[in-house]
């Protein structure tokens, strides 16, 4: 089933902050963050494998909450190259690494 | 490393003719998959394969048909095409073995038209 992200679209300015919401009805075993440009394929950000495990590199951040299932995206003091659509996959355990992938939210960073 | 190419970049059908969008990726990884994407849509699986000579359905395929006969390779091939099929279509690879290792890598895509 596939996982709801929340909000659909977001529009910020430039060092405001956004938190991108993924959640799912299933047991998770990961959820991946993927970034897509417009006209571009998606790109890897980060994959959250334990429950209440938190990871991020610079200013873009992630939780999983293993118990209610669900997956919070941070991006903080945003910059213009951070706009774009963002994915959550969502994956359990019996799926074979398949991920099944949220509708998206659209991030537009304006100077 | 070129990591996952496609080919062709576009293409343009007509309803009932059939055609196999080309992948390949050397990054030895086991796993590869084939996605669509619709205008405005997120990703949906159409096939995937866990290695060589292995494959299995994934959420939308139907009118499709794949084969991996090399770790390389995953090609897909379109039946008598149809309208619904105008997407964009990417193909994905992982390691898959190890949890830090699942990371998709996606090919630039296909973006396929049927008139």
């Known amino acids: 089933q596939q996982p709801v992200q929340s909000p659909q679209a977001v529009i910020l300015r430039e060092g405001e902050d956004a938190v991108i919401n993924c959640s799912s009805s299933?047991?998770?075993?990961?959820v991946h963050w993927y970034r897509q440009k417009h006209g571009e394929a998606p790109v890897f950000l980060m994959i959250?494998?334990?429950?209440?495990e938190q990871k991020g590199h610079e200013k873009i951040s992630a939780s999983f909450n293993e118990k209610k299932q669900q997956s919070s995206l941070y991006l903080t003091a945003s910059q213009l190259s951070y706009s774009g659509t963002y994915f959550c996959?969502?994956?359990?355990?019996?799926?074979?690494?398949?991920?099944?992938f949220g509708e998206g939210t659209q991030l537009t960073v304006n100077p | 490393n070129a990591g996952v190419t496609q080919t062709p970049k576009f293409r343009i059908l007509k309803i009932g003719q059939s055609m196999t969008l080309q992948c390949t990726q050397d990054m030895n990884h086991n796993y590869m998959y084939w996605y669509r994407q619709d205008p405005g849509m997120g990703l949906k699986l159409i096939y995937y394969?866990?290695?060589?000579?292995?494959?299995d359905k994934g959420e939308v395929p139907n009118g499709y048909n794949v084969s991996r006969s090399t770790t390389e390779d995953f090609p897909l091939r379109l039946e008598l095409a149809a309208p619904s099929q105008t997407s964009v279509y990417f193909c994905a690879s992982s390691y898959g073995l190890r949890d830090d290792l699942r990371e998709q890598y996606f090919g630039p895509g296909t973006r396929l038209t049927v008139t």
């Open positions: 299933k047991a998770l075993y990961s």
């Open positions: 959250l494998l334990k429950g209440g």
């Open positions: 394969s866990v290695g060589a000579g292995i494959t």
């Open positions: 996959g969502t994956e359990i355990r019996t799926s074979g690494s398949r991920l099944t």
